[in-house]
């Protein structure tokens, strides 16, 4: 089965540019998070999705990013404009609805990141 | 806010040995998470807990939650090379339904031989 997919899986930018990762969940996940990962800070939850709509975005760092999930199968995690303390590996996950019994032990499933460099 | 504490962040031991990693949280949750982080790699989940007292191993690890101590931990049994990498424990927040995951620091593990 495939797992999560994210693109591109290296981003190397100048300072100003507008960046846009994206990411496909596993089929049939209802669920999908963003996620940032930095020596200093860890890992960070950015944003999630239930069924396509945003649930929770505190975690976005500022009005420069915006993340959208158009459908059940496509997310794009946008910074515009960005900056070098931007500069981090985003990871997607995605996961089925852990409310339903059958899916109550399954964890969230990661892709294998964007690393972002922004210059 | 809910917060989760590894300890230690970092370990260095010997093949062989046993070594426990513990992982506290401050509010009440439904579902913690462990998860291995190789270097430069994405994230494997290694173990969920869904109840107080729940016990899984596989191989040479083994996991438990004490929901009353808000307290998880990650027993390693005659560690080998292998099992060097990071581990990090994750929580999610009570609600049912999915959550996202609030993450302890890690704890980076260098088993020698």
């Known amino acids: 089965d495939a797992g999560v997919i994210q693109s591109p899986r290296h981003e190397v930018t100048e300072m100003g540019q507008e960046v846009t990762l994206r990411c496909k969940p596993i089929s049939g996940h209802n669920s999908l998070f963003w996620y940032r990962q930095t020596m200093m800070r860890g890992l960070e939850l950015l944003i999630y999705f239930n069924n396509n709509v945003p649930i929770d975005d505190s975690g976005m760092p500022e009005d420069r990013f915006s993340a959208k999930m158009p459908n059940a199968s496509f997310s794009t995690l946008k910074i515009q404009p960005s900056e070098p303390r931007d500069s981090a590996v985003y990871f997607c996950a995605s996961s089925p609805d852990p409310g339903q019994a059958r899916y109550s032990n399954q964890p969230q499933h990661f892709g294998d990141g964007t690393r972002l460099s922004i210059l | 806010e809910l917060k989760v504490e590894q300890n230690p962040l970092f370990l260095s031991m010997q093949e062989g040995k046993n070594y426990t990693i513990y992982c506290n949280y401050s509010?009440?949750?439904?579902?913690l998470y462990w998860y291995r982080q190789d270097p430069g790699k994405s994230l494997e989940s290694l173990f969920v807990l869904l109840s107080n007292g729940a016990v899984k191993q596989e191989g040479r690890l083994m996991a438990s939650l004490d929901t009353k101590a808000r307290l998880s931990t990650l027993h390693i049994t005659a560690a080998v090379h292998d099992l060097s990498a990071t581990y990090f424990c994750?929580?999610?927040?009570?609600?049912?339904?999915?959550?996202?995951?609030?993450f302890g620091k890690g704890t980076h593990l260098i088993i020698q031989p």
């Open positions: 994750a929580v999610e927040s009570s609600g049912g339904g999915a959550d996202g995951l609030t």
């Open positions: 509010t009440t949750s439904d579902r």
